[in-house]
């Protein structure tokens, strides 16, 4: 098993990394957490994959179990869906001194963190990860939310699990294209961070291959992560860094009502595009860009820009979480493994991405 610590603020807490960890889950929540009941949150498709196999590991420890099952899918990162999750927990009496177990991708992580923090003022939560894209980024850094019509994690918090179980054989049942959209975030890890894990990516021959390494790709990964977290845990700072490609991304996400693209889909273009902007201004390396070109066309990712309005796209960027002031923080790459963050004014903002 590998083990991660983080240690952001006041709070540490663990990352397991290992094939087959669910089957044990109930005894490793045992010894993370000392509730009775467990609110079980997922989508309805994780759950006629896994949740059986969760509910009866947890109750064969002693824990009480509670099912709250959501649609699948960016749009239950929603103010209606957070309602209804409240209102479950209500119903199954959940407590202070109970826990919340998310059971999913990105979007149950996000969504079933944030009810842990507001629901009566937080409760004790612990991430099981089933999507690349969480087990490699968004079960750790403590970011939890929902989205707003106007755009993506409008509202959050920060708040951090007690721990976060990794079970790498879950990637086995996860559709291709999700597959793919979570390499979309391992490779941002090596183009901010870490050049050699960036070539490795590309120098892979299979996917069997890629699978054999992934327990230490998603360590990998997470270390980068942890150490920006705990440098910047309310993301003022160095923690921008992570959202290399996500300002374009998360425009394109929306524009297409969060159907058309998924968001490791929705950054691929994002880092492609912003990287070949960058170049041609002299700022990137050169054949940067290609080497990124290179790496989506390998894992099966977009990275041309789709046909759409500039100018509404333009007003989604404006509206980002990372716009401060009169200013937009964009992060930009001074070649494969070194990035840094730019803050461009709003006036120039349409004329930086006039693509």
């Known amino acids: 098993m590998l083990t991660l610590d983080v240690n952001p603020g006041n709070k540490t807490y663990t990352v397991y990394i290992e094939k087959g960890l669910i089957c044990r889950l109930g005894s490793m929540l045992k010894n993370t957490v000392k509730a009775e009941k467990v609110a079980v949150i997922t989508d309805e498709n994780v759950n006629g994959l896994y949740g059986k196999q969760v509910l009866n590991s947890l109750e064969s420890e002693g824990f009480d179990t509670y099912l709250i099952v959501v649609d699948a899918g960016e749009r239950s990162k929603s103010s209606s869906t957070l309602m209804k999750v409240y209102k479950e927990l209500l119903d199954s009496k959940i407590t202070r001194w109970d826990c919340i177990l998310t059971l999913g991708g990105g979007v149950v992580g996000d969504l079933g963190g944030f009810a842990a923090a507001t629901f009566l003022r937080g409760i004790p939560y612990v991430q099981v990860p089933t999507s690349l894209i969480a087990q490699v980024d968004s079960s750790i850094g403590g970011k939890v939310g929902i989205d707003l019509p106007e755009g993506k994690n409008l509202i959050g918090s920060f ?80 923690r921008m860094i992570l959202n290399f ?72 960027i404006g509206t980002d979480k990372k716009s401060s002031g009169k200013y937009i923080n964009i992060v930009l790459l001074k070649s494969i493994g070194e990035c840094f963050v730019e803050k461009i004014s709003q006036n120039k903002v349409f004329e930086f991405f006039s693509f």
């Open 245 to 316: 490609g996500h300002t374009l991304g998360h425009a394109i996400e929306k524009y297409f009502d969060y159907i058309t693209y998924t968001h490791g889909e929705g950054v691929a273009i994002g880092m492609y595009q912003i990287t070949k902007k960058s170049e041609q201004m002299g700022i990137t390396e050169p054949g940067t860009s290609q080497l990124l070109k290179e790496a989506f066309l390998k894992y099966g990712l977009p990275y041309e820009l789709p046909q759409a309005n500039i100018n509404e796209l333009i007003n989604a």
């Open 159 to 238: 708040y951090h699990p007690e721990a976060v179980f990794i079970d790498t054989n879950l990637l086995n049942t996860l559709d291709e294209r999700f597959f793919s959209d979570g390499m979309g975030e391992v490779i941002k890890y090596g183009c901010i961070k870490n050049r050699s894990l960036f070539e490795q990516l590309l120098n892979f021959k299979t996917k069997d291959e890629l699978l054999s390494n992934m327990e230490q790709i998603i360590l990998t990964c997470l270390n980068i992560k942890k150490e920006v977290v705990e440098q910047d845990e309310r993301d003022t700072g160095c």
